[in-house]
């Protein structure tokens, strides 16, 4: 990968193709629906287990990256409820994915080199 499209995947395509849809759909309508009908706590677990299910796809039917994921849903959950708005879990979710690009772009250099 170039330093151009990981510029790209990490500015661009993160936020708009994964953050933004995911924080607005999981905790700005999942969150908020399922605490007005369950509760806090309830609607904790199962807005996060939703999140690492919506990730078992795209993680090639890996449990340890949907039991990761399901946490990263819980934090995020934390940091919308706590600050009042989806900033804090858009940040959150930029800086978790973008790390994670950044750190799998550097390993296949490594590999590969």
């Avoid at 990490?10 to 936020?15: H, K, L, Y």
């Avoid at 905790?27 to 919506?54: K, N, Q």
């Avoid at 090639?60 to 995020?76: E, I, K, Q, Y």
């Avoid at 940091?79 to 799998?104: I, Q, Y």
């Amino acid at each position: 990968m170039t330093a151009r499209s990981l510029a790209r995947w990490v500015w661009f395509d993160i936020p708009m193709g994964t953050v933004l849809p995911e924080e607005f759909l999981f905790r700005g309508i999942v969150d908020e629906v399922a605490t007005a009908l369950v509760g806090p706590d309830a609607a904790l677990v199962a807005g996060s287990v939703a999140f690492g299910v919506w990730h078992w796809p795209g993680s090639n039917r890996s449990v340890p990256v949907v039991v990761v994921t399901t946490a990263a849903g819980a934090l995020f959950v934390l940091a919308r409820r706590r600050t009042g708005t989806l900033l804090a879990p858009m940040a959150l979710h930029w800086a978790t994915n973008a790390a994670g690009a950044v750190a799998a772009t550097w390993w296949s250099r490594r590999v590969r080199d």
